[in-house]
């Protein structure tokens, strides 16, 4: 289903009634919003407005995954407290997202990065670097970009667990616990998973010639939701066992 399409959606939730909607749909490719902004606006934001509208009527509560994109990429280390301002139009339609949820009473705002996994179909950066290095071809990484990389199943905990705690509202930056730039990021995949170092190509952002601009030091802390939520999330290490043992056994 389009969930922008408003009828059929109100159709689904009117039929299913939710107590809890979790929104994850986006459209997430940064230069396609960039360039097709009405389809950024039409995927990010207006299905938001429908499921946000549905939820007050119907005293749902609404949890909805944004971006460390709304971030600047300045000073890093940010949390809650600091300001969004996004420096591209994919991280303004998820900051508009927010605006619109927050209104609700019963909300929660995720704020995650980087997001990574092993998902066969996926785009994710293990995935691309997986298929590369299947390929044996090269692949170019910025240096200049920091995040914390999110663990997708932490973020599937995190989220059941946010489900499991009654009343407790409000923006959370959820990201992994260890900041480090891509490249930094693409080594310790290679490190974990007996992967060619040498395939990896350390540049500069600039150099991809993007039109979105990306944040540059945008290291996070999830401190909040941890503490929120009496959640840990998984060091990068402890996860790669993970993928390594889904992969063996055909997960
Ligand atoms: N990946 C990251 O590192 C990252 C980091 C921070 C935040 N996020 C956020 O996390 C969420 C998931 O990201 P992702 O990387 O998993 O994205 P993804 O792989 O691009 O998946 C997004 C999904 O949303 C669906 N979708 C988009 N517009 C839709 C519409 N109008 N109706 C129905 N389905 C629609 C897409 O369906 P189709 O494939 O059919 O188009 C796709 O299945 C997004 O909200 C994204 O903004 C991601």
Not at 5 to 30: G, M, Q, W, Y
Not at 137 to 164: A, G, R, S
Not at 225 to 245: G, H, P, Q
Request: negative net charge; proline residues 4%; charged residues 30%.
């Amino acid at each position: 289903m389009d969930i922008a399409d408003e009828i059929k959606l109100r159709c689904v939730l009117d039929k299913t009634k939710p107590s809890f909607i979790v929104h994850v749909a986006a459209l997430s490719n940064v230069e396609k919003c960039e360039i097709e902004r009405d389809l950024a606006y039409k995927n990010n934001v207006l299905p938001v407005k429908i499921l946000t509208e549905w939820a007050k009527e119907n005293d749902a509560t609404m949890l909805f995954i944004s971006s460390d994109y709304v971030y600047d990429g300045g000073r890093g280390k940010f949390t809650e407290d600091d300001q969004a301002l996004p420096v591209q139009y994919y991280g303004l339609t998820k900051l508009q997202g927010e605006d619109i949820v927050s209104k609700l009473k019963k909300h929660i705002i995720l704020r995650p990065t980087v997001i990574y996994g092993w998902d066969l179909d996926g785009m994710n950066f293990f995935m691309q670097l997986f298929r590369k290095q299947k390929d044996k071809q090269e692949m170019k990484v910025p240096v200049d970009q920091i995040n914390n990389p999110t663990f997708v199943n932490d973020l599937c905990e995190l989220i059941v667990k946010i489900l499991k705690t009654p009343d407790k509202y409000g923006i959370f930056v959820s990201t992994g616990p260890e900041s480090m730039n891509r490249y930094e990021f693409g080594l310790q995949l290679c490190d974990s998973m007996g992967w060619d170092k040498e395939l990896l190509k350390p540049v500069q952002t600039l150099e991809f010639g993007q039109l979105a601009k990306r944040p540059l030091n945008n290291s996070t802390s999830s401190e909040k939701v941890c503490r929120m939520f009496n959640f840990d999330f998984n060091d990068l290490k402890t996860n790669l066992e993970i993928i390594k043992n889904q992969i063996e056994n055909n997960l």
